[in-house]
């Protein structure tokens, strides 16, 4: 059975900003194979994936507020706020033994689904973001 990770990261996902897209595909390609490797029972590695999903969300981040604050989005430090507890919850996945961490691909989902607000807000107001 397929899970949701397999599949490529949806058009309407995106957010037209091809690093920050980028970014975004390659967290769901992290987090599925960190499904895989849980799944098989290669916790070592499978930890080890996720640290690396940790440290590519970490960048990812960074870019994007800079970018939201850049354009005067008015709710960039609740935006950073969200990351950052999104963060924390990947964070203590990472430190939980891997046969247990299994939220991974619904942190980053969930994460990927609320970044979507800063995009209507973009929208409306007639800003493109550099791609």
Do not use: N
């Not at 507890?85 to 247990?100: D, H, I, K, R, S």
């Amino acid at each position: 059975m397929q899970g949701i990770t397999d599949h490529m990261l949806a058009a309407d996902l995106g957010e037209g900003v091809r690093h920050l897209d980028r970014d975004h595909a390659d967290m769901m390609s992290l987090a599925a194979q960190f499904s895989r490797l849980r799944e098989r029972a290669l916790h070592r590695q499978a930890v080890a994936v996720l640290a690396e999903l940790l440290a590519t969300a970490e960048a990812h981040w960074r870019r994007e507020v800079d970018m939201l604050r850049s354009y005067g989005y008015p709710e960039a430090d609740d935006h950073a706020a969200g990351h950052l507890a999104t963060e924390q919850a990947l964070a203590a996945l990472a430190t939980t033994p891997a046969e247990v961490a299994t939220g991974c691909e619904d942190v980053i989902l969930r994460m990927l689904i609320e970044d979507q607000r800063w995009k209507w807000w973009f929208l409306d107001a007639g800003i493109r973001p550099r791609a």
